[in-house]
């Protein structure tokens, strides 16, 4: 063991714990978790950790913060066992998802420019209309309207003499704001997720600070990948070095 640490910064785990805002407690469960590599055991069985934990420990909380918590355990342990194209391939996955997120968000913000001005130049009608004349404004069939609505894109009244469905402002909005984001090639699916977001937002207007502060989540993301990437790729080279000295 001497020899092993000789040319190397020995580390306690409070050492380890301190420089990083953690609990000594909780190196140790990142050691016991593959997320960290095995310490080494003094005679008494006291564990020495030594800089590669720590740039190991650093790629972790920068990986944590990029793609979450069971994306970055899992990346360390398979660079840790040595299946470094396993963890290459999660941390693909997630930049694909925040693709994904960020094309989402440019489709919603886009049928947002395009709803906007119309809704602002309609005239003031009566509060509601029947699937036929929203069928026809929009360019879909009726049948159309009918499938999104059991998928919960729209929500129509039922006339209460008729029985026929009747749509409101609200309906009306959502159903162009559908049909803007159909046209993007979104799921119905994704679809109802936003305009869920727009029912709890109050209307669009609510919905254009909540995409404000969803853009900034998206940039902070892609920035803390960034991080995240170049502490992997530190611990990555601090492994290939140990490697070539004890070769």
Do not use: C
Request: aromatic share 4%; no cysteine; hydrophobic share 45%.
């Amino acid at each position: 063991m001497a020899d092993r640490l000789q040319n190397e910064e020995r580390l306690r785990p409070v050492d380890l714990a301190r420089a990083h805002g953690l609990s000594a407690q909780a190196v140790r469960n990142y050691e016991a978790a593959g997320i960290l590599p095995a310490a080494v055991r003094t005679a008494r069985g006291y564990r020495v950790y030594t800089s590669l934990h720590a740039r190991a420990l650093d790629a972790f909380l920068a990986l944590v913060a990029a793609h979450g918590h069971g994306t970055a355990a899992a990346v360390l342990r398979g660079v840790n066992e040595g299946a470094v194209d396993e963890a290459f391939r999660l941390i693909d996955e997630s930049h694909a998802q925040l693709l994904d997120d960020r094309r989402t968000l440019e489709a919603v913000e886009g049928a947002l420019r395009e709803l906007v001005p119309e809704a602002a130049e309609e005239a003031p009608g009566p509060p509601g209309g029947f699937i036929g004349a929203l069928a026809r404004e929009l360019g879909i069939r009726p049948a159309t309207l009918r499938k999104w609505e059991r998928a919960g894109l729209v929500r129509p009244r039922r006339d209460p003499v008729t029985g026929y469905r009747r749509y409101g402002a609200a309906d009306a909005r959502d159903a162009r704001l559908a049909h803007q984001l159909r046209r993007g090639g979104y799921s119905l699916e994704r679809i109802a997720s936003v305009l869920a977001q727009v029912r709890s937002a109050g209307g669009v207007e609510p919905l254009e600070a909540a995409l404000g502060e969803w853009r900034d989540r998206v940039s902070a993301r892609g920035r803390a990948m960034v991080a995240g990437a170049a502490e992997l790729e530190a611990y990555l080279r601090a492994r290939e070095r140990k490697e070539k000295a004890t070769a």
